[in-house]
T-cell receptor
């Protein structure tokens, strides 16, 4: 199994509060990703990183920010959580292009009430 | 961007064969992946195709036709444990992101 740890695994928070999800990898992979998964939509990319302090937006980045200060850590922050951000969040890592696959963490279940 | 379509649900009998189709429209193509996801778990890698043709890996095979924007995942000798969601994903040409279809839920019945 790829060495990816997400925390917290489960969280319930109130609307308007800030939330940070952490992804930690032990594989020294260059690329890290945050996806959300919702019924009927599949996995959608929020943000990704291609190196320390190098990040870019995905298709559903509104309301989210990220930071990567170290190779092994990629943080996803919801500045002011909304009910529409209730979802399962998956972190993923990859060495790079071509046949290098993307490996997923176990997921973080977030409920915004 | 990518537009990826796959059927929502399929049902098959234990021991049978099921074929899951995936069509895509893309501005750039650098490989197609299939993932398996059991309920409440993370997606796990099944196969990768970048050239046209069939890739076989045990009971699972994946086919790609780049000119048609088409792939399928073939699951043979179905087992109950194969009941899961199967995700088709396409990698962009100039970057390293995967775009996913909504997934196909396969139910295997005894």
């Amino acid at each position: 199994d790829a060495g990816i740890t997400q925390s917290p695994r489960h969280k319930v928070t109130e609307t308007g509060t800030p939330v940070t999800l952490r992804c930690h990898q032990t594989e020294n992979h260059r690329y890290m990703y945050w996806y959300r998964q919702d019924p009927g939509h599949g996995l959608r990319l929020i943000h990704y990183s291609y190196g320390v302090k190098d990040t870019d937006k995905g298709e559903v980045s509104d309301g989210y920010s990220v930071s990567r200060s170290k190779t092994e850590d990629f943080l996803l922050t919801l500045e002011s959580a909304t009910s529409s951000q209730t979802s399962v969040y998956f972190c993923a890592i990859s060495e790079g292009t071509g046949g290098n696959t993307i490996y997923f963490g176990e997921g973080s279940w977030l409920t915004v009430v | 961007g990518q537009n990826i379509d796959q059927p929502t649900e399929m049902t098959a009998t234990e021991g049978a064969i099921v074929q899951i189709n995936c069509t895509y429209q893309t501005s750039g193509f650098n490989g197609l992946f299939w993932y398996q996801q059991h309920a409440g778990e993370a997606p796990t890698f099944l196969s990768y195709n970048v050239l046209d043709g069939l890739e076989e890996k045990g009971r699972f095979s994946s086919f790609l036709s780049r000119s048609k924007g088409y792939s399928y995942l073939l699951l043979k000798e179905l087992q109950m444990k194969d009941s899961a969601s199967y995700l088709c994903a396409v990698r962009d040409l100039d970057d390293y992101k995967l775009s996913f279809g909504a997934g196909t839920t396969v139910t295997v019945r005894a």
